[in-house]
Nanobody, 123 residues
Framework: VQLQASGGGLVQPGGSLRLSCEAS????????IGWFRRAPGKQLEGVAC????????YYTEAAKGRFTISRDNGKISATLQMNSLQPKDTAVYYC?????????????????WGQGTEVTVSS
């Protein structure tokens, strides 16, 4: 199983970034895909998760109102659109596949992990 995250970078406060996660090697056609992040000096936390089986979406407070997770049709992948970014969003963002989106986000747990992509929000 592989998860490949991309799309990080440097953005000014108030700006937007779009992260993508492509997955391969799953025996299950429609795994859950979630986004997590680790800010400097802080613990890993859940951000958003989507079930590719039924498109059910989950957000943590960190993401609500500013971030949108969606699936990419025809692919086992998910996108995280991040708007109104603030310095507090600076972190390494990881995509992962938790067995359960709700508990995965709550406990920052995933069965499979991709490498991180760095997001820096700074003027």
């Amino acid at each position: 199983v592989q998860l490949q995250a991309s799309g990080g970078g440097l953005v000014q406060p108030g700006g937007s970034l779009r992260l993508s996660c492509e997955a391969s090697g799953f025996t299950l056609d429609y795994p859950n895909i979630g986004w997590f992040r680790r800010a400097p000096g802080k613990q890993l936390e859940g951000v958003a998760c989507i079930s590719l089986t039924d498109d059910r979406i989950y957000y943590t407070e960190a993401a609500k109102g500013r971030f949108t997770i969606s699936r990419d049709n025809g692919k086992i992948s998910a996108t995280l659109q991040m708007n109104s970014l603030q310095p507090k969003d600076t972190a390494v963002y990881y995509c992962a596949s938790p067995d359960d989106c709700h508990y995965g986000l709550r406990d920052a747990y995933g069965d499979y992990w991709g490498q991180g992509t760095e997001v820096t929000v700074s003027s």
